[in-house]
């Protein structure tokens, strides 16, 4: 994707003359021509859905426990 931006704004900026498309992975001097990784839509959407709920359990459960706390047990403590 980036790379056709790259040469879109070029072929509108330099002249037909000295224009020639820039390749910013070039298939024939790379062994691998395709990625290894690759994910599909199910997948995503199942990572997406336990990142979130370890992140909302990660900010619930201290909050639960310290609200089991009264406001005047933690406002009569000594801490010395």
Do not use: C, H, W
């Not at 790379?3 to 820039?22: C, F, G, Q, S, T």
């Not at 839509?41 to 619930?60: D, K, N, Q, S």
């Amino acid at each position: 994707v980036i790379e056709n931006v790259i040469n879109l704004l070029l072929m509108v900026a330099v002249p037909d003359i000295y224009y020639r498309p820039i390749k910013l992975y070039d298939s024939s001097i790379y062994y691998q021509t395709g990625f290894l990784v690759k994910l599909n839509l199910p997948e995503l959407i199942g990572m997406f859905i336990i990142i979130f709920t370890i992140a909302v359990l990660a900010a619930v459960i201290p909050i639960l426990n310290k609200a089991r706390i009264k406001p005047n047990e933690i406002l009569g403590e000594d801490k010395r």
